[in-house]
Structures are given as C-alpha cells and as structure tokens.
C-alpha cells in the first residue's frame, strides 16, 4: 500500500500557498513608473516613465516604514494621507517651489477627490512637504 502520510499530505498544500503568496507579491506596483516624473509631465510619454527610472536612486533612504518619507514633524501624516492613492515615490522625487505645494494640495482635493484632514494637518503635512521637497531650500 502507498498511501501519503496525512501530514506530508498538508505539508504540501502548506507549501503549494506560501509559494502562491510569494508569487503575488512580486507584482509590480503600476505606480512605480510613473513615480519621479517632473512635475506637469505627461504620464503617456514612454520617456517619462524611462526618465523616471534613473533617478530613484537618489531618494533611496528615509524612513523604509513610511514609504522612504524622511523622518520629522508631519511624515506620519503625511504618509497616512498621500498613499491612499499613490506610493511616496511620486512625492519624494519632486522639488516644486512652496507655492505649487498649495496649488498640488487644491489639486488633489478638488481633481482627485482627496478628502481633507482637519485645517492644523493640511498645515503639518504642508510644511512637511516645502520643507523636504521645495526647490526654495
Ligand atoms: C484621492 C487620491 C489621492 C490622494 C489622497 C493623493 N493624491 Fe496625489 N495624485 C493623485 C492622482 C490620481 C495623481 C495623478 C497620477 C498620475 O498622473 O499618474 C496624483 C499625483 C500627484 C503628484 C504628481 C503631480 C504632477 O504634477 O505630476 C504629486 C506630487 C502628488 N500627487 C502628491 C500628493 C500628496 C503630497 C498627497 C498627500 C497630501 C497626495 N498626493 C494625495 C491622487 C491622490
């Protein structure tokens, strides 16, 4: 008689999910193409997307359990906020003068339809933003 011992038996289909799960999570984040485009860019230019590529490098350090958003005052929130829709990616690459943080933030609410924290943390994460990502310092 060949019968499978029972507990090779779930060992196997242990093994056979964990693989699955290891497979879903290599996919890629669409995202991540787009993330570093300048500004204003068009998303379907292929070369966006090539151009993009070459600069993560950079801004590969920061706080990994925030999405690589340096630490300080606002980055939790910040990060609570924003990935909602989008990884930090397209946050970190960008270095847009203060004034295009708030005009990006209108964007946001009323293209996007991002829903607006309480006035003090749009003013947290807004500093956060032009402190780390403004081309003015
Ligand atoms: C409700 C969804 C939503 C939320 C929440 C959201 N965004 Fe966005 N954001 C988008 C979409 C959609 C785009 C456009 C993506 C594209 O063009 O591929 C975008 C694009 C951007 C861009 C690129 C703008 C450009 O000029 O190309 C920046 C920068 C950005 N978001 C920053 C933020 C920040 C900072 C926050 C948090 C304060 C945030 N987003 C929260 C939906 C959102």
Redesign the pocket.
């Known amino acids: 008689m060949h019968m499978i011992p029972k507990t090779v038996a779930t060992a196997v289909v242990a093994l056979a999910l964990g693989s699955g799960l290891a497979v879903a999570e290599t996919r890629l984040d669409p995202m991540a193409a ?1 993330a570093g ?1 300048p ?3 068009d ?1 379907l230019d292929p070369m966006t997307a090539l151009r993009a590529r070459a600069d993560t490098a950079e801004t590969a350090e920061g706080n990994a359990e925030l999405g690589g958003l340096p630490d300080g005052e606002g980055a939790e929130d ?1 990060y609570y ?2 990935v ?3 990884s930090t990616e ?2 970190k690459q ?1 270095r847009v003068t203060d004034h295009r943080w708030d005009e ?2 209108t964007w ?1 609410v009323e293209a ?3 829903v607006e924290p309480e006035p003090d943390t749009k003013a947290l ?1 807004l500093t956060y ?1 032009k402190r780390n990502f403004s081309s003015e310092r």
Do not use: F, N
Request: overall charge positive; glycine content about 8%.
């Open positions: 787009l485009r500004a204003g860019s998303p910040t906020q924003c909602a829709c989008h397209i946050i960008q990006l933030w946001m996007q339809g991002m994460i933003l």
